[in-house]
């Protein structure tokens, strides 16, 4: 009676798994804003913005959404979803849907949804106060520094614009107070510039991949005189016509315009730059406008015509390496000062005085000393005796002055070599070219500016100092003569935070978002659980542990069990969900009782830190989610050219790399500091703004809480962090035994300081044989049909492999031992055991013969063989090992195999030649013949040397003849390594690295090659 109620109890513990139907909701309104919008931020919006407005369709305005595009059917009638055509272009026919564009259809839960909005009415409910409203009366409250975008003087002196977030703040320039805060409808500025007679403010900026602006400003009265929107990005580099009555500023779209101040009319455009245009300025008179952007170009546009002149910069591939950031006019005359990516500051006439010849540099007057970092400002002082750059390099701003008060003069005798071909000069000429550029030059003062980095300047009126930001709030002033430091103050009014963490630990959404499904009842009884991890120490908030818990089954079987027992933390100290993951919830020490049925376990578990702020760490914390939201693999961020101009490393190989993109790119456009829930990345990951990749996370999820909480901590960089180097998975070869059964994966990542963490939900874990299993992204495999497969790993770079076997329905089976003639065969057997096949009988004698004639020679057995063989009475074993021995060696064999290691080693006459081809072949005749070592037989080939006619071993490199060429060749030939995948980035699923690549690489380069004497 015990033993049949202990069944019924498991049976009954399985059986609680099944999901109970749920029940329809009374009808009720449906909010666009709430219900409906968020899902076109996930999975819409990124193709239909105005960045891409694919079939000329915008869905990120309420007013386009509802009108038609290119296919002229109206999207949305309210009242009407059967005549909408969006919903026909959404709803699935044979499983598939016309949008979203290359992505699973929308769920038919969220089909619904819409179409009743519609029904309806397709109303707009969303509240005037979605978005945080900034006015005079509610300015914004700075607890953290914003980035420092733009710093500018008025012409007297007297006051210093300086951006911020969502306003430029008036300064009195001697740091004595604030004289007015602007504040606008742009939440980041880029730019800011006072007009000739300082009565105006022209401020450029917007909302990122939302909305650019253009504000103009009366200083004196602090009012908005006003405000123009173009474009879908933040504008750059505001620069006004000497006359005061226009601006010029550049566009993400690769434009370059120019707008009346008075009114905001458009009345230049030019669209010459193939990338962003980041800065502008006007020549002396106002005759044309220089314009800089990521193209890696300074462009000459004639104002009057709004004719595209020429580029001022060298035309020649790689003479400016990287994007132009900044530029500004001589005080006098037509030249102008730039700087960007390179960290090389320039000067350049406006206009050609040479004919364009190939490969010049012709408008280049001087080239300045290297500085630290990129350039993001450049400045003339204001009788042009001095230059000066601020610039940012991984984290640290350098301010640096130099030494000019050149002529602009271009001497004839160097206009003359010039208007040569470069490749037609002489050294002498070209020496006086190199000596001309860097004439007059020096570098005075170079200083580190307290922060992370640097990315505005502005030189005093006086010509006595230099303002700089930096990224710690603080304006400080240098001494234009020595560089050194004279003053500084703080640029924005502090408050101490008085917020606590945006979510609390148990409002964090985190795991699968699945219903685990009902568990099938095991097949026998279950005698025992055993439980991975033994212990649970969970250190901090971020940790977590995956629960494995096996069944064994009185029949000797293991299965699954984590999705069907009860799991009971009575202390509170975790919040368990039905996938067995446990996340801290409080500090304590506890155990956690494991049951199903009656067989009950319990493992220790400790949980500390809870009470601690979050502490994020990029290379822990931050680079294994922007894995997991395939921000940094190949199809995006990380392709060998970026995506939309942002580029990550490959993976997250290069963590510096991928800081500095995310922190210092375009002054820190895409993290916010001051404003985390604001920063382009994070925005972009949840969908807030439009986003190509649709909707990654949300805002209530785990990894949001990470991105913030690093972004929040100022998004720096642990150059100690330390890094994963080796990863586990558990369990070990596991089994599942029937069809259609699941088995849950746990990753353990451990660091170079000894730590493990539970790395499962940022890991990617792959099966190798879909046909038998497959995996979602949660690491729960399903059984599809009986067979093996391999199980890959993989976490920041570190990779492990076990093997999924599948037993299906066996219950028939009954093993009995096969015959065995070897080692091999008993290994053989072993492994048949355990996957419960039984082989098949040994093959007849006739089978036999044929089979091993073919592998060893590569020829069907003779007639007169077969019959020898047949009609031999010897034992079967006996007679087979002697015919084995008779084909290894024999003329066949050794002209079979020959004819592989040719095939294999590339002989041919392309290059050896009839006779080198015939050397090569006969000289690997006669290794095989030999039976020599394979190793040495290699050794002999990669080092060979001397004339491939005495030494035929050599032909080897006569073939390959690059180092990449022969590298690859030999790792996969000889070693069984495909060493190619890592030429352009890390292997994506091995250890190898593109370091590695050309290391290895490098060794073949020793190798020459010269005629045969």
């Given at each position: 009676?015990?033993?049949?109620f202990?069944?019924?109890?498991?049976?009954?513990?399985?059986?609680?798994?099944?999901?109970?139907?749920?029940?329809?909701?009374?009808?009720?309104?449906?909010?666009?804003?709430?219900?409906?919008?968020?899902?076109?931020?996930?999975?819409?919006?990124?193709?239909?913005q105005?960045?891409?407005?694919?079939?000329?369709?915008?869905?990120?305005?309420?007013?386009?959404?509802?009108?038609a595009?290119?296919?002229?059917?109206?999207?949305?009638?309210?009242?009407?979803?059967?005549?909408?055509?969006?919903?026909?272009?959404?709803?699935?026919?044979?499983?598939?849907?016309?949008?979203?564009?290359?992505?699973?259809?929308?769920?038919?839960?969220?089909?619904?949804?819409?179409?009743?909005?519609?029904?309806?009415?397709?109303?707009n409910?969303?509240?005037?106060?979605?978005?945080?409203?900034?006015?005079?009366?509610?300015?914004?409250?700075?607890?953290?520094?914003?980035?420092?975008?733009?710093?500018?003087?008025?012409?007297?002196?007297?006051?210093?614009?300086?951006?911020?977030?969502?306003?430029?703040?008036?300064?009195?320039?001697?740091?004595?107070?604030?004289?007015?805060?602007?504040?606008?409808?742009?939440?980041?500025?880029?730019?800011?510039?006072f007009?000739?007679?300082?009565?105006?403010?022209?401020?450029?900026?917007?909302?990122?991949?939302?909305?650019?602006e253009?504000?103009?400003?009366?200083?004196?009265?602090?009012?908005?005189?006003?405000?123009?929107?173009?474009?879908?990005?933040?504008?750059?580099?505001?620069?006004?016509s000497?006359d005061?009555?226009?601006?010029?500023?550049?566009?993400?779209?690769?434009?370059?315009?120019?707008?009346?101040?008075?009114?905001?009319?458009?009345?230049?455009?030019?669209?010459?730059?193939g990338?962003?245009?980041?800065?502008?300025?006007?020549?002396?008179?106002?005759?044309h406008?220089?314009?800089?952007?990521?193209?890696?170009?300074?462009?000459?546009?004639?104002?009057?015509?709004?004719?595209?002149?020429?580029?001022?910069?060298?035309?020649t591939?790689?003479?400016?390496?990287?994007?132009?950031?900044?530029?500004?006019?001589?005080?006098?005359?037509?030249?102008?000062?730039?700087?960007?990516?390179?960290?090389?500051?320039?000067?350049?006439?406006?206009?050609?005085?040479?004919?364009?010849?190939?490969?010049?540099?012709?408008?280049?007057?001087?080239?300045?000393?290297?500085?630290?970092?990129?350039?993001?400002?450049?400045?003339?002082?204001?009788?042009?005796?001095?230059?000066t750059?601020?610039?940012?390099?991984?984290?640290?701003?350098?301010?640096?002055?130099?030494?000019?008060?050149?002529?602009?003069?271009?001497?004839?005798?160097?206009?003359?070599?010039?208007?040569?071909?470069?490749?037609?000069?002489?050294?002498?000429?070209?020496?006086?070219?190199d000596?001309?550029?860097?004439?007059?030059?020096k570098?005075?003062?170079?200083?580190?500016?307290?922060?992370?980095?640097?990315?505005?300047?502005?030189?005093?009126?006086?010509?006595?100092?230099?303002?700089?930001?930096?990224?710690?709030?603080?304006?400080?002033?240098?001494?234009?003569?020595?560089?050194?430091?004279?003053?500084?103050?703080?640029?924005?009014?502090?408050?101490?935070?008085?917020?606590?963490?945006?979510?609390?630990?148990?409002?964090?959404?985190?795991?699968?978002?699945?219903?685990?499904?009902?568990a099938?009842?095991?097949?026998?009884?279950?005698?025992?659980?055993?439980?991975?991890?033994?212990?649970?120490?969970?250190?901090?908030?971020?940790?977590?542990?995956?629960?494995?818990?096996?069944?064994?089954?009185?029949?000797?079987?293991?299965?699954?069990?984590?999705?069907?027992?009860?799991?009971?933390?009575?202390?509170?100290?975790?919040?368990?969900?039905?996938?067995?993951?446990?996340?801290?919830?409080?500090?304590?020490?506890?155990?956690?009782q494991?049951?199903?049925?009656?067989?009950?376990?319990?493992?220790?578990?400790?949980?500390?830190?809870?009470?601690?702020?979050?502490?994020?760490?990029?290379?822990?914390?931050?680079?294994?989610?922007?894995?997991?939201?395939?921000?940094?693999?190949?199809?995006?961020?990380?392709?060998?050219?970026?995506?939309a101009?942002?580029?990550?490393?490959l993976?997250?190989?290069?963590?510096?790399?991928?800081?500095?993109?995310?922190?210092?790119?375009?002054?820190?456009?895409?993290?916010?500091?001051?404003?985390?829930?604001?920063?382009?990345?994070?925005?972009?990951?949840?969908?807030?703004?439009?986003?190509?990749?649709?909707?990654?996370?949300?805002?209530?999820?785990?990894?949001?809480?990470?991105?913030?909480?690093?972004?929040?901590?100022?998004?720096v960089?642990?150059?100690?962090?330390?890094?994963?180097?080796?990863?586990?998975?558990?369990?070990?070869?596991?089994?599942i035994?029937?069809?259609?059964?699941?088995?849950?994966?746990?990753?353990?990542?451990?660091?170079a300081?000894?730590?493990?963490?539970?790395?499962?939900?940022?890991?990617?874990?792959?099966?190798?044989?879909?046909?038998?299993?497959?995996?979602?992204?949660?690491?729960?495999?399903?059984?599809?049909?009986?067979?093996?497969?391999?199980?890959?790993?993989?976490?920041?770079?570190?990779?492990?492999?076990?093997?999924?076997?599948?037993?299906?329905?066996?219950?028939?089976?009954?093993?009995?031992?096969?015959?065995?003639?070897n080692?091999?065969?008993?290994?053989?057997?072993?492994?048949?055991?355990?996957?419960?096949?039984?082989?098949?009988?040994?093959?007849t004698?006739?089978?036999?013969?044929?089979?091993?004639?073919?592998?060893?020679?590569?020829?069907?057995?003779?007639?007169?063989?077969?019959?020898?063989?047949?009609?031999?009475?010897?034992?079967?074993?006996?007679?087979?090992?002697?015919?084995?021995?008779?084909?290894?060696?024999?003329?066949?064999?050794?002209?079979?195999?020959?004819?592989?290691?040719?095939?294999?080693?590339?002989?041919n006459?392309?290059?050896?030649?009839?006779?080198?081809?015939?050397?090569?072949?006969?000289?690997?005749?006669?290794?095989v013949?030999?039976?020599?070592?394979?190793?040495?037989?290699?050794?002999?080939?990669?080092?060979?040397?001397?004339?491939?006619?005495?030494?035929?071993?050599?032909s080897?490199?006569?073939?390959?003849?690059?180092?990449?060429?022969?590298?690859?060749?030999?790792?996969?030939?000889?070693?069984?390594?495909?060493?190619?995948?890592?030429?352009?980035?890390?292997?994506?699923?091995?250890?190898?690295?593109?370091?590695?690549?050309?290391?290895?690489?490098?060794?073949?380069?020793?190798?020459?090659?010269?005629?045969?004497?």
């Amino acid at each position: 009676m015990s033993r049949r109620f202990t069944c019924c109890a498991v049976l009954f513990a399985w059986t609680l798994l099944a999901s109970a139907a749920s029940l329809h909701a009374a009808e009720q309104t449906i909010s666009y804003h709430a219900q409906i919008r968020p899902i076109f931020q996930a999975h819409c919006q990124g193709c239909h913005q105005p960045a891409k407005p694919l079939g000329q369709y915008i869905m990120t305005d309420f007013q386009s959404l509802l009108t038609a595009g290119e296919s002229a059917e109206t999207a949305i009638v309210p009242g009407k979803p059967d005549d909408s055509y969006l919903v026909s272009q959404i709803t699935p026919v044979d499983g598939e849907a016309q949008m979203p564009k290359g992505k699973a259809p929308l769920s038919p839960e969220q089909i619904e949804l819409i179409r009743q909005w519609i029904a309806q009415g397709a109303t707009n409910d969303s509240p005037a106060s979605a978005s945080q409203v900034y006015d005079a009366q509610h300015p914004p409250v700075y607890t953290t520094p914003p980035v420092t975008t733009s710093l500018d003087f008025s012409p007297d002196g007297k006051l210093l614009a300086i951006a911020g977030h969502h306003e430029v703040l008036i300064h009195h320039a001697d740091g004595s107070g604030i004289v007015a805060r602007l504040i606008g409808l742009s939440d980041r500025i880029e730019s800011v510039a006072f007009s000739p007679d300082g009565t105006l403010l022209a401020v450029t900026g917007g909302a990122p991949a939302r909305m650019g602006e253009v504000q103009v400003w009366n200083v004196a009265e602090q009012k908005l005189v006003s405000t123009t929107q173009v474009g879908y990005d933040t504008l750059y580099g505001a620069s006004w016509s000497p006359d005061g009555s226009k601006i010029a500023f550049g566009c993400p779209d690769n434009s370059l315009r120019v707008i009346e101040a008075a009114t905001g009319k458009e009345v230049l455009f030019q669209g010459s730059h193939g990338d962003w245009v980041l800065d502008t300025t006007f020549s002396v008179d106002g005759s044309h406008v220089v314009s800089v952007g990521r193209d890696q170009t300074a462009k000459l546009t004639e104002f009057e015509t709004q004719r595209f002149v020429d580029n001022i910069t060298s035309i020649t591939p790689g003479a400016l390496k990287g994007g132009l950031a900044a530029v500004e006019t001589h005080p006098q005359r037509d030249e102008i000062l730039v700087g960007g990516a390179d960290g090389v500051l320039r000067t350049y006439r406006m206009q050609r005085e040479t004919n364009r010849v190939i490969g010049d540099d012709a408008n280049l007057v001087r080239m300045f000393p290297v500085v630290p970092g990129r350039i993001f400002d450049v400045g003339y002082s204001p009788d042009a005796s001095l230059t000066t750059a601020v610039s940012s390099h991984n984290g640290q701003g350098y301010v640096t002055i130099f030494q000019y008060g050149v002529p602009g003069e271009l001497p004839a005798e160097i206009k003359a070599i010039l208007g040569k071909r470069v490749a037609e000069r002489n050294a002498e000429e070209t020496k006086k070219i190199d000596d001309l550029i860097t004439e007059g030059v020096k570098t005075l003062a170079q200083h580190q500016v307290p922060g992370k980095g640097s990315y505005s300047l502005a030189f005093a009126p006086d010509g006595k100092s230099i303002a700089v930001a930096s990224t710690d709030g603080i304006v400080r002033f240098y001494s234009a003569e020595t560089g050194e430091l004279q003053r500084e103050f703080s640029a924005y009014p502090l408050t101490p935070s008085t917020t606590e963490q945006s979510a609390e630990l148990a409002a964090w959404k985190f795991g699968s978002p699945e219903t685990p499904k009902p568990a099938t009842p095991p097949a026998s009884k279950v005698v025992s659980l055993e439980v991975l991890p033994a212990q649970i120490q969970l250190n901090g908030k971020l940790d977590y542990a995956q629960i494995l818990v096996t069944a064994v089954l009185e029949n000797g079987d293991r299965i699954d069990a984590t999705r069907a027992v009860t799991i009971n933390d009575g202390s509170g100290l975790t919040s368990i969900d039905a996938f067995g993951l446990a996340s801290p919830a409080q500090n304590g020490t506890g155990s956690l009782q494991i049951q199903l049925g009656e067989i009950k376990t319990q493992i220790p578990l400790q949980v500390s830190g809870c009470d601690q702020a979050l502490t994020v760490d990029y290379v822990t914390h931050v680079t294994p989610i922007l894995s997991k939201l395939g921000c940094n693999q190949g199809t995006c961020h990380g392709s060998a050219q970026g995506k939309a101009g942002f580029k990550l490393s490959l993976r997250g190989y290069d963590p510096l790399f991928d800081v500095r993109a995310l922190v210092d790119d375009h002054a820190s456009r895409r993290a916010n500091t001051a404003v985390p829930d604001e920063s382009l990345m994070i925005l972009k990951s949840i969908g807030g703004v439009p986003h190509q990749g649709g909707q990654l996370t949300t805002a209530d999820h785990k990894y949001y809480q990470i991105l913030r909480g690093w972004v929040e901590q100022g998004a720096v960089l642990k150059s100690d962090s330390p890094k994963v180097v080796a990863i586990d998975v558990f369990p070990k070869n596991p089994t599942i035994q029937q069809i259609g059964s699941q088995q849950q994966i746990r990753v353990l990542a451990t660091y170079a300081d000894g730590t493990q963490r539970d790395v499962t939900y940022e890991s990617f874990v792959e099966s190798g044989n879909t046909e038998v299993a497959t995996i979602n992204k949660s690491g729960l495999l399903e059984a599809v049909r009986r067979g093996e497969a391999s199980i890959l790993a993989r976490y920041e770079g570190s990779y492990a492999a076990t093997t999924l076997t599948v037993m299906g329905d066996r219950t028939e089976f009954v093993w009995q031992d096969p015959p065995t003639f070897n080692h091999v065969d008993d290994l053989t057997a072993i492994k048949w055991q355990r996957l419960k096949i039984q082989p098949s009988e040994l093959c007849t004698d006739e089978e036999f013969i044929r089979r091993v004639t073919l592998d060893l020679t590569g020829l069907p057995p003779t007639s007169e063989a077969v019959h020898a063989f047949i009609n031999d009475q010897r034992p079967a074993q006996e007679k087979r090992d002697h015919y084995i021995d008779q084909l290894v060696g024999s003329d066949a064999y050794v002209t079979h195999m020959t004819n592989k290691w040719a095939d294999l080693l590339q002989v041919n006459g392309k290059f050896l030649g009839r006779e080198g081809a015939t050397l090569y072949r006969n000289w690997i005749r006669e290794q095989v013949a030999a039976n020599r070592p394979y190793d040495e037989f290699v050794r002999e080939i990669v080092t060979a040397s001397g004339s491939n006619k005495t030494n035929p071993a050599a032909s080897y490199y006569k073939i390959l003849r690059t180092p990449e060429d022969t590298m690859e060749n030999t790792t996969h030939l000889f070693l069984g390594v495909r060493f190619n995948c890592n030429k352009c980035h890390d292997h994506p699923f091995e250890r190898w690295t593109q370091d590695q690549y050309y290391e290895t690489a490098a060794y073949f380069a020793h190798v020459g090659l010269r005629g045969d004497p």
